[in-house]
């Protein structure tokens, strides 16, 4: 009996499609499906690995913001929607003390791969200004990455309620005392922003000052 074959595999399945003639011309088939174990567990990337919030935030929104799947990309070898969760949060008492933070994310897949992945979360005075750029939090002396050739800057926390301030900005890294000949705004938008950094000279009309950096990053 003289046996000729074929075969398939896929990433899950190795098909093997055998024939058989024996001399009296009788014509036998075998197929043998073989399935590969998957067990490797799902990978997940971060756009940064330090999130950043202010005293007083509260659990449900550290939460929104952890498991915001616009700031990741979550990906597994064989499962097109893999899993994530957080194993551990805050207490209450860590969101109101300044400092870094961990957190560890639970990614799994169908097939019960699990990894455990660690993130850092960074707790900020209260006391401080609060300004957001694009709704990114911008830190005093710290570097934010933007994703778009624009800055809308939103003054949410000063001494007093709804006061105005003015934004001074120029390419590159910067000292306070070189950003006085810098562009200014008065409405917080910058606009038509180049890739790389710039500095943020943030005075508001209490004449308080908040110095910050942003990165442009336009790599899609």
């Known amino acids: ?9 896929s990433r899950q399945t190795e098909v093997i499609r055998s024939k058989a003639t024996d001399q009296a011309g009788l014509v ?18 971060f756009d940064r690995s330090v999130v950043n919030v202010f005293q007083g935030t509260t659990a449900e929104e550290l939460r929104e913001q952890l498991l915001d799947a616009t700031t990741f990309r979550l990906w597994d070898n064989i499962d097109s929607n893999p899993q994530i969760s957080l194993k ?73 309620t709804g006061e105005s301030f003015k934004v001074y900005y120029k390419k590159g890294i910067q000292k306070a005392g070189a950003m006085k000949k810098a562009d200014v705004v008065k409405d917080g938008k910058l606009t038509d922003l180049e890739a790389g950094f710039y500095t943020l000279y943030i005075v508001t009309q209490n004449k308080e000052t908040y110095l910050t950096y942003i990165y442009i990053d336009l790599e899609q």
């Open 1 to 9: 009996m003289n046996w000729t074959g074929s075969h398939f595999r």
């Open 88 to 160: 551990n949060m805050l207490t209450e008492k860590q969101m109101n003390e300044q400092g870094i933070h961990e957190v560890t994310y639970l990614l799994s897949d169908r097939v019960g791969n699990e990894k455990l992945v660690k993130r850092y979360v960074k707790v900020i005075s209260s006391a401080n200004l609060k300004i957001t750029a694009n709704g990114e939090s911008l830190l005093p002396c710290d570097t934010t990455i933007l994703k778009e050739n624009r800055a809308d800057l939103v003054l949410e926390k000063s001494r007093r």
């Open 28 to 45: 036998s088939y075998r197929v043998l499906e073989i399935q590969y174990l998957d067990d490797i567990a799902p990978s997940i990337q």
